[in-house]
């Protein structure tokens, strides 16, 4: 709401100060640029000659840009630079108001064009049409560069995968090769195998059965060579 009333009231003061300068620039060009550089002459301004056809023009012209709001700041900037001229150079010393020759009007018309430098003429206008044109232009191509970054970036995790950029990732459980186990080799013990062992004392024992038997005494073997 608050930039909609300051767009209504620099339409309304770009209109006002617009006219006025227009008024003042046609006054002089209807006067003719000799009439108004001997005047300017008279009041003590320097090179009157370039000053007059610098009020002229842009009294005139940066009136008619005021009232369409085009080049605002820029504009009022040269404004600003010509009444401050007037000011200093035609109204010193007259004092402040308009009908003894004072800085009444010069010095109003100087703060309004310093507004419009430091503020601008609001959105109602050709730069406020010209601004939203812009601003709408920059952000389709936000809007397009974010897309294009998006759609990188999801082809990019399409086709990177944990595997690389052209190989599907590897699974997790890898078959790992067989290997064949190897047989170990049978343990021998010392004094032959077990079978060996059992048949040899039963066949002892036997013999000693017998001896006792026979009432012969056992005969003892000698042990074997360890």
């Avoid at 767009?7 to 008024?23: C, E, K, Q």
């Avoid at 085009?70 to 150079?89: D, E, T």
């Amino acid at each position: 709401m608050k930039r909609v009333l300051f767009d209504i009231a620099a339409l309304i003061a770009r209109i006002v100060t617009g006219v006025i300068f227009v008024a003042h620039g046609w006054q002089k060009w209807q006067g003719g640029h000799a009439a108004i550089a001997a005047g300017f002459g008279e009041m003590g301004i320097p090179m009157p000659e370039l000053a007059a056809g610098y009020a002229m023009v842009v009294e005139l012209i940066g009136g008619v840009l005021l009232i369409l709001g085009a080049l605002v700041r820029p504009v009022a900037l040269l404004l600003l630079i010509n009444m401050i001229g007037a000011v200093v150079f035609a109204h010193s010393g007259k004092g402040l108001f308009v009908d003894e020759g004072g800085w009444e009007l010069a010095g109003a018309l100087a703060a309004l064009c310093l507004l419009f430098v430091a503020l601008g003429g609001g959105r109602i206008g050709i730069d406020g049409i010209f601004g939203r044109m812009w601003r709408k232009r920059h952000e389709r191509a936000d809007e397009d560069l974010a897309s294009q970054q998006t759609g990188r970036s999801g082809a990019t995790s399409a086709g990177y995968g944990a595997g690389g950029p052209t190989t599907p990732a590897r699974s997790a459980t890898t078959e790992q090769p067989e290997v064949p186990r190897q047989q170990t080799a049978p343990h021998h013990e010392p004094g032959g195998s077990r079978q060996d062992r059992a048949s040899r004392l039963s066949d002892d024992d036997m013999r000693e059965i017998d001896s006792l038997v026979a009432d012969e005494p056992p005969q003892h073997r000698k042990p074997p060579n360890r």
